[in-house]
């Protein structure tokens, strides 16, 4: 086993990179290593598993996902956090593989390999991207093991949501659909350096089996429409959907209803009815 406990604490790492926190970069270090192992447990029993981190910067969770036992690729867009990193891939004993680009550029899979469990501390708007497109992987079981993931309390919410709530969307079908999707851990703003405005908590999202006879792009095409226009009926939002109307009737889901009072299986049938 790696010997990681010789390492510096991650402050004084910062300080001698001068990796002053950008606000351009979505930069909120955490550094507290308990509260990073009680992340990365909550992408279960990472002894021997291939990661696949987003955004190490100064190297907080990846330094928790190697004590774990992980084996980590980690996808790092600012430069300056290279050199620390480089230090950790050293203690690591080959553990530690460092990209440098943009998540958004590199070919994942190909990198992290088959049956990764993908970790990430991530700004919000790359995260929720992210998200979308490891959701709406073609390929079902997708290539990932798992996804946990830091979000903003309120993005957290709707990826959960249920129906009937007001975070209940277009994001919690696509999370919910063929996948499990909890809040695993709720994360207080005062744990990152420097404290974003707003809470945070990391979800957790496992993949289940695919329900059968569902194409999912019926299903994101009839989710945008219901929920471009959350306040009507679906009588109203489902009126430019060819065969929507016939197929609510068929199924007996009254068209007087809202999309978010349609549960997620609700949404599934329909989508059926129309693949
Ligand atoms: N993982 C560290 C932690 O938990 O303390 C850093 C988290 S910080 C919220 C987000 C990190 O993602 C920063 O290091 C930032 O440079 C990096 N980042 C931002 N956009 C990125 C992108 N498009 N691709 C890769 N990394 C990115």
Known sequence: MTDLSGLPPLREVIARHGLSASKALGQNFL???QLLDRIARVAGNLEGQRVYEVGPGPGGLTRAL???GAQVTAVERDRRCLPALAELGEAAEGRLRVIEGDALEVDER???????????????NVGTVLLVRWLESEAW???????????????????????????YGRLAVLAQWR?????ALNVHRSAFVPPPKVMS???????????????????????GAAFGQRRKMLRQSLKGTPDALDALATLGIAADRRPETLSVDEFVALARALS
């Open 31 to 33: 550094l507290d290593p």
């Open 141 to 167: 079981a997708p290539w990932w093991s798992s996804l946990s993931l830091m979000f903003q309390k309120e993005v957290a919410e709707r990826i959960v949501a249920r129906p009937g709530s007001d975070a």
């Open 66 to 68: 190697l004590r774990a």
């Open 110 to 124: 190909a990198e992290a390999g088959d049956g990764a469990h993908i970790v990430a501390n991530l700004p919000y």
């Open 179 to 183: 996948s499990s999707a909890t809040i």
């Open 201 to 223: 908590a990391v979800v957790h999202i496992e993949p289940r089996e695919m329900p059968e006879g569902v194409n999912p792009a019926k299903l994101s095409q009839l989710t």
